[in-house]
Structures are given as structure tokens and as C-alpha cells.
């Protein structure tokens, strides 16, 4: 495994390279020792998967507030997503700046995006399935959300939007006196 910085303060790439050979492929999902530096004391908690029929189609952007925080390492199984990370954190240097990766099963990519940051991602290609690894367990009266053509954030989304729920539907513009998340 091979972690890459992005610009934004703990939110990083790690890449995996598969193993193949005449029978298929092997690759390793997650490994705690070689991830080490990047969990710490966290303990993986909750694994959910998801399924995305709609290309086009955008999940998010969510966060949940503290104290029911999480890290977030999610993974591509199938398909292709753009991936994106919001940052959140008061007095962060990069607040309201955000990161994208495009996840596929094909570049092993996994996004960490660390408590503090909102996330969402557009599908890419029809079907595509994503594997969340959590450190907080969902906590719904802890549950945030963001528009997802905020004008502050400016994310340009690859495609047109096809589909939203009507969760992310309500989503609200960030207010121009907020102030962050606090840890």
C-alpha cells in the first residue's frame, strides 16, 4: 500500500497494487499495520456498501458532528466513481476547499477523508458499487449535509447531475456565518 498527500490536511489516496496472475487477481482491502499512521488509535467500526444504478447520479455531501465524528476509507468495487472530500474543520487552513480522486476497481485507489471533512461522489459508470470502512458508527441526530452545487464550494461535477435523493435534495447552502466543525 502507498499513501499519497493530497492538499487537504489528512484527507490522502492510498493506492494498492493487485496481485495476478493466470487464476485472477488478489488485492488487499485493508491492512491495520501498514495503515497505521493514518488510523492511529482508531478502530474500524461499521462497513457499509453501497450500490448506484444512475450514471450521473450523486451521494451527498455528508458528515456527521461530533462527538460522533468519523474517518471515512472508501474503496471502489465495481464501476467508477469521482470521489470528493469537503474540508469542514474550523481554523483549518483549507476549510471549505475540497478533493477528488476518481475511484475504480482498475487503480486500487482508496480516499481517506478524515473526520471534519463532508463526502460525496458522482457515479461514473452504471452499477457501481462502493465499500465504506467507518470509525463512528452512523448516528442520524449527528447527521449533516451539504448542497451539492454549493456556489462557496464550486465543485465541478464530471457529468450533469441524473439523480439526487431527496435527502440530498434538501441539503441547504453553507451559511455565510458558519463556522466550521469543531473536533
Known amino acids: 500500500m502507498n499513501v499519497r498527500s493530497t492538499a487537504l490536511q489528512g484527507v490522502v ?8 496472475d493466470r487464476r485472477g487477481a488478489f488485492t488487499r482491502l485493508f491492512c491495520d499495520r ?8 482508531r478502530r474500524i467500526v461499521q462497513i457499509n456498501h453501497s450500490l448506484t444504478s444512475a ?9 456527521q458532528r461530533p462527538p460522533h465524528a468519523e474517518m471515512k476509507l472508501v474503496r471502489c468495487l465495481k464501476g467508477g466513481v469521482w470521489d470528493v472530500a469537503v474540508d469542514l474543520r474550523a481554523g483549518s487552513p483549507t476549510f471549505l476547499q475540497w478533493h ?9 485507489r482508496i480516499l481517506v477523508i478524515p ?14 458499487e462502493l465499500l465504506y ?31 439526487l435523493s431527496d435527502r440530498d435534495h434538501r441539503h ?3 451559511a455565510p456565518d458558519f463556522p466550521g466543525i469543531s473536533a
Do not use: K
Open 55 to 63: 450514471v450521473g447520479a450523486v451521494r451527498g455531501l455528508h458528515y
Open 133 to 163: 470502512l467507518h470509525t463512528a458508527s452512523y448516528t442520524p441526530a449527528a447527521e449533516g449535509g451539504l448542497s451539492y452545487d454549493d456556489p462557496r464550494l464550486g465543485i465541478p461535477w464530471p457529468l450533469s447531475v441524473a439523480d
Open 34 to 41: 501498514e495503515l497505521a499512521t493514518i488510523i492511529e488509535d
Open 100 to 108: 477528488a480522486e476518481e475511484l475504480t476497481p482498475g487503480n486500487g
Open 13 to 20: 489516496v492510498v493506492e494498492t497494487t493487485p496481485v495476478v
Open 172 to 174: 441547504s447552502p453553507i
Open 115 to 128: 473526520e471534519g471533512c463532508a463526502h460525496g461522489f458522482q457515479v461514473l459508470e452504471a452499477q457501481s
